[in-house]
């Protein structure tokens, strides 16, 4: 089962969006959610993650700017990004942590204009 992101668009630097991906039981119950980017001819890299526990990891570009949290009912992870800027335009993913490639959705664009 892919993972699918959703809640993408373009907002102008400063906004806000909010990106939400629902996973299954299992899956949730058991491993950590994490939220990823890529860009054209970058790697894909690991933004934000919350362990099932509750406690949450950012890397430093987000830190302050970025929130994710998890709702165990719906099995969904969100990622609230504030105060966004247009190094933040990417195609933003959700898996598992760790990764494992047959999880990969299609992402979701976030386009930050200046």
């Known amino acids: 089962v892919q993972l699918q992101a959703y809640g993408g668009g373009l907002v102008q630097a400063g906004g806000s969006l909010r990106l939400s991906c629902a996973a299954t039981?299992?899956?949730?119950?058991?491993?950590?959610m994490g939220w990823f980017r890529q860009t054209p001819g970058k790697w894909r890299e690991l933004v934000a993650w919350?362990?099932?526990?509750?406690?949450?990891v950012y890397v430093d570009s987000v830190k302050g700017r970025f929130t994710i949290s998890r709702d165990n009912v719906k099995n969904t992870v969100y990622l609230q990004m504030n105060s966004l800027k247009p190094e933040d335009t990417a195609v933003y993913y959700c898996n598992r942590v760790p990764a494992q490639a047959r999880y990969w959705g299609q992402g979701t664009l976030v386009t930050v204009s200046s």
């Open positions: 919350i362990n099932t526990d509750g406690s949450t």
């Open positions: 039981e299992t899956m949730f119950s058991i491993y950590g």
